[in-house]
């Protein structure tokens, strides 16, 4: 079996060497225009620069997000980015506007261009159409059948590639192409400002009777119609191997260091158990269902590639993540005397056990010995987030380890 590449996202500069060090074999990320996640926290063109140069010492490719519908007023801003882009040398840029793929074609002809799924990509005569333009992959509608996707394969040049989401949010209109935000709140998610309106509860008013709502109940709590399930097909790697995708896409260009890390590897190992032998695959699935669930989620779907989705897609009385575990911070370093020194991102205390999460796929429990914040003053525990901290643990952590713990 051909051996698919896993595409992780990256919200920073952090969470990209996260994504690298926990198993990808490429990484996509947005600069500070251009793509559709405005929210994100995003690279400027320094963290780009250092981010693309961190993943090709490790054999990582970076693919740069610049797929948002552009209006008349973006296209400067666009040439004067493409350029810049030309200099750092990524991997791949993802476009779904065709005058943004003109743009990048005409700049940077030596960079690959892939067609983001926010162009809607349904059928083979459309992966046709822009592999004549001259693109290298096109990422397919999150409302394809894996049946469809088999089909399109058979259709299309051997050399072009497919990318496919396996884990993630899902949309509730055509792939990507919500207009719900736009209308509610004057934020545009096709220029990446989505207020994601479809997790909102929502009511009925009549027009008679302006200012009544009137509850639309599908239990005591209401209904949340738009919200849908997360997409998840750990338990369908060889399905998908056998649809011949050639990237696994993850969503989640919003998410943490922890979630990255944890989908990363999970995802990672599957793949690798996968194209060991099946049996292998099928024998270690409680670990990767496990591992998986230590994410945050909105509960599980495997979305339409299994045919047309139904009531149970949907999540109807709340909008809330399943959160198993707090995020506590990366190791940065590790001084002479086995401590960690990290940037926690929520409250733990000395005495406390917690969990090292490591790339290997292990998870070791150890206990908070001590801990001494910027100063070198010892203290009991760090309340504010984002605060410089060393913490000594009963076993020494190494760089880029994960410090977590369950959620009570």
């Given at each position: 079996m051909k051996k698919p590449e896993l595409l992780i996202p990256a919200s920073s500069l952090e969470v990209l060497k996260t994504a690298v060090i926990f198993g990808a074999d490429a990484v996509y990320i947005g600069g500070e225009a251009f793509g559709l996640r405005a929210k994100a926290k995003n690279f400027t063109k320094e963290e780009m620069a250092q981010g693309i140069a961190f993943a090709h010492e490790r054999g990582v490719r970076v693919h740069v997000t610049a797929n948002i519908l552009a209006h008349n007023a973006d296209i400067s801003g666009a040439d004067q980015y493409f350029r810049e882009l030309?200099?750092?040398?990524?991997?791949?840029l993802i476009?779904?506007?065709?005058?943004?793929?003109?743009?990048?074609?005409?700049i940077c002809p030596e960079i690959d261009i892939h067609i983001s799924t926010q162009a809607n990509n349904t059928n083979y005569m459309t992966y046709r159409f822009w592999y004549e333009q001259g693109a290298k992959r096109v990422?397919?509608?999150?409302?394809?059948?894996?049946?469809?996707?088999?089909e399109i394969r058979r259709q299309i040049p051997e050399d072009m590639e497919i990318e496919s989401f396996i884990h993630g949010a899902m949309c509730i209109s055509y792939s990507g192409r919500c207009l719900l935000s736009s209308y509610f709140t004057g934020r545009d998610a096709n220029h990446g400002a989505c207020t994601h309106p479809c997790r909102w509860k929502y009511a009925v008013v009549e027009e008679k009777r302006p200012g009544e709502y009137l509850p639309v109940y599908e239990n005591e709590r209401g209904t949340y119609i738009f919200n849908s399930k997360d997409l998840c097909m750990i338990e369908h790697i060889?399905?998908?191997?056998?649809?011949?995708?050639?990237?696994?896409?993850?969503?989640?260009?919003?998410k943490t260091a922890l979630y990255v890390a944890a989908v990363a590897r999970t995802y990672r190992r599957a793949i690798d158990d996968c194209l060991e032998s099946e049996e292998k695959y099928?024998?270690?699935?409680?670990?990767y269902r496990e591992e998986i669930a230590k994410c945050t989620y909105r509960q599980f779907t495997t979305g339409f590639y299994f045919g047309r989705t139904d009531e149970t897609s949907q999540i109807y009385d709340n909008n809330t993540y399943v959160n198993?575990?707090?995020?506590?911070?990366i190791v940065h370093l590790v001084d002479g005397q086995g401590r960690a020194h990290l940037i926690q991102k929520n409250k733990f205390c000395v005495g406390d056990e917690i969990?090292?999460?490591?790339?290997?796929?292990s998870n070791v429990f150890v206990k908070v010995l001590h801990?001494?914040?910027?100063?070198?003053?010892?203290?009991?525990?760090c309340p504010h987030a984002g605060q410089a901290i060393d913490v000594m643990l009963s076993q020494i952590p190494e760089k880029y380890d994960i410090l977590r713990v369950r959620n009570q």
């Open positions: 030309k200099e750092m040398k990524p991997d791949a476009i779904a506007d065709p005058g943004m793929f003109m743009l990048a074609k005409e990422v397919s509608a999150r409302e394809l059948s894996l049946h469809e996707i088999k060889p399905e998908m191997i056998d649809a011949g995708i050639d990237s696994f896409k993850i969503e989640g260009r919003m099928r024998d270690n699935m409680n670990w198993e575990y707090i995020y506590l911070g969990e090292i999460m490591k790339p290997d796929g801990m001494h914040d910027e100063e070198g003053e010892a203290i009991e525990s």
